[in-house]
């Protein structure tokens, strides 16, 4: 109820100008209250992130167990996240001001936002487990999180995308999944593992975080060109 009531003031009034006593006079709760469950403006925003994760994930789960396609995984990840988040199109306009902030709390790259972000990147890894591709083993860690700044890029041209129904945000999705579906897939040949050994090193050492993968088997192989690294 509290972050209902949240997500529709900051639409209605703006993220700066509702106030943690406004959403508890709405909710019916008192401020102490209020106070319990979300400790200021910028937990309310983290629930949200949380939420809309959640949702993703469960939303997403039909596409995962049925598609087997790089492609059409990445695809159906990037439109089923704009189903789940098409409610709150206008609510993200009104916040994305200080998201966008490098040293605030609710930027998607903020400590504060770890745990969104990592089950984010959770959910690309699994979409690459899935998949029958091969890739470049140097890049296994990598890909997922590559995955999740290509989902970022997503997120801020469809906040701003004023298109019918975000038209051009899911026409950019159509286009672009099976272009990246491609790179990965080009990893695998050793034509090219130099240039990728370069940009895993580059990769890591600035990509903003390095989740911990979850234990599994053997990276992917070189495929199907015999060419080992």
Same mark, same amino acid.
């Given at each position: 109820?509290?972050?209902?009531?949240?997500?529709?003031?900051?639409?209605?009034?703006?993220?700066?100008?509702?106030?943690?006593?406004?959403? !508890?006079?709405?909710?019916?709760?008192?401020?102490?209250?209020?106070?319990?469950?979300?400790? @200021?403006?910028? +937990?309310? *925003?983290?629930?949200?992130?949380?939420?809309?994760?959640?949702? +993703?994930?469960?939303?997403?789960?039909?596409?995962?167990?049925?598609?087997? /396609?790089?492609?059409?995984?990445?695809?159906?990840?990037? #439109?089923? $996240? #704009?189903?789940?988040?098409?409610?709150?199109?206008?609510?993200?306009?009104?916040?994305?001001?200080?998201?966008? /902030?490098?040293?605030?709390? %609710? @930027?998607?790259?903020?400590?504060?936002?770890?745990?969104?972000?990592?089950?984010?990147?959770?959910? +690309?890894?699994?979409?690459?487990?899935?998949?029958?591709?091969?890739?470049? &083993?140097? =890049? !296994?860690?990598?890909?997922?999180? =590559?995955? $999740?700044?290509?989902?970022?890029?997503?997120? =801020?041209? $469809?906040?701003?995308?004023?298109?019918?129904?975000?038209?051009?945000?899911?026409?950019?999705?159509?286009?672009?999944? &099976? %272009?990246?579906?491609?790179?990965?897939?080009?990893?695998?040949?050793?034509?090219?593992?130099? =240039? *990728?050994?370069?940009? @895993?090193?580059?990769?890591?050492?600035?990509? *903003?975080? @390095?989740?911990? &993968?979850?234990?599994?088997?053997? &990276?992917?192989?070189?495929?199907? /060109?015999?060419?080992?690294?």
């Amino acid at each position: 109820m509290i972050l209902e009531t949240a997500l529709r003031l900051f639409q209605d009034r703006g993220y700066d100008k509702t106030t943690m006593r406004a959403i !508890a006079q709405e909710a019916g709760v008192s401020v102490g209250n209020a106070y319990y469950y979300f400790g @200021s403006k910028e +937990h309310l *925003v983290q629930g949200f992130y949380d939420r809309i994760g959640e949702q +993703h994930a469960e939303a997403v789960q039909d596409v995962l167990d049925r598609e087997k /396609d790089l492609a059409r995984r990445i695809r159906g990840v990037l #439109l089923t $996240w #704009l189903d789940v988040a098409e409610p709150y199109h206008e609510f993200a306009t009104q916040f994305f001001k200080n998201a966008a /902030d490098p040293e605030s709390p %609710l @930027s998607p790259f903020s400590a504060e936002s770890r745990g969104a972000r990592e089950a984010a990147i959770a959910l +690309h890894r699994r979409t690459l487990a899935g998949a029958d591709i091969a890739y470049a &083993p140097e =890049l !296994a860690e990598q890909l997922p999180q =590559l995955l $999740w700044m290509q989902q970022m890029g997503m997120v =801020l041209y $469809w906040v701003y995308d004023r298109s019918p129904g975000c038209a051009r945000t899911r026409a950019l999705v159509e286009r672009g999944a &099976p %272009l990246v579906a491609r790179g990965v897939a080009v990893s695998r040949f050793r034509v090219v593992r130099p =240039l *990728v050994r370069e940009i @895993s090193a580059v990769l890591g050492e600035f990509l *903003v975080s @390095s989740p911990r &993968p979850a234990k599994r088997g053997r &990276p992917p192989d070189a495929g199907n /060109d015999g060419a080992p690294a």
